[in-house]
């Protein structure tokens, strides 16, 4: 029944590139839900009026890209925490957490066709959050989802000219903060069996709390971040001290903590639940996404708290 009904409705076949798509405009899943409600709502309220000028899905992307252009109105830009610089003393507190709503926040694999990985990568959306909306809007529309120059300024209502100059400079600025290599091209160069076994061997340290192994499969110069914490810090040492410090030398983790092996944004990940001694219950997650440099682990972001749990339940800890 269910297929029938999905086989009936025109729109279904777009649901899951389109919710992708508020996502890389906006970079919170939450918003992209919002957007793509607004979408679906406008394509079924405005299907009479669909004189078939233009394709549904260039008419869909229009909706779409209108629907997140009104949300990003009067809202903060959405970041991960800065990671250029020297990073935060670990010798000193951890700054209280912000605001969640202006943290980027991960995408949840289950929903991600595949050919859609290396467009959600966290350090894209982040650099696409740093665009201007028309400029961001044009160059996700010509060059992730391959409109042509028309079709972008029919679905942005400007011209040619305008499309053109505003993808000029996305990028300019996407070219300048992107690294050499997104993570499928080095995830690919490592292959499946090799990516597979880098990570199994990060997550295995963690739950056995072998604080110098975690280090030990780092970059020299990797960063370590938490949203919604603002505190980051950069280089093994530093990072080496924050953990012997945050978890008292591992008895914390080895204690209370609990990690798994999962994906999310087209990326490696592992997603960790603390238990309430007390309880006996999971009363904390975070979903930390792993960025490689070759065999290295350059980056680690840790979304802490429970406004993460879809991409947290990817997958739940082992036994």
Known sequence: MAVEAAAEDPLEPFRSELHAHCYR???S???A???????????WKGRSGFEGRSSLRTWLYTIATNASLRILQGRQRRELPRTTGR???PSNPLAEPLAESVWIEPYPDEVLRYEDREAVELAYVAALQLLPPNQRAALILREVLDFSAEETAEVLDTSVASVTSALQRARATIERELPARSQQETLGALGEERSRELVTRFVDAWNRADIPGIVAMLAEDATFSMPPVPTWFRGRDDIAAFLNSQ???GRVLSSLWRFAATSASGQAAMVGHRRNPETGRDEHSTLTMLAFDGDRIASVVAFMGQDVPRSAEISGPTD
């Open 87 to 89: 990073g935060d003393d």
């Open 29 to 31: 899943v939450h918003d």
């Open 33 to 43: 839900d919002d957007a793509l409600q607004e979408t679906l709502l406008g394509a």
């Open 247 to 249: 978890f008292d030398e």
């Open 25 to 27: 405009m906006l970079g």
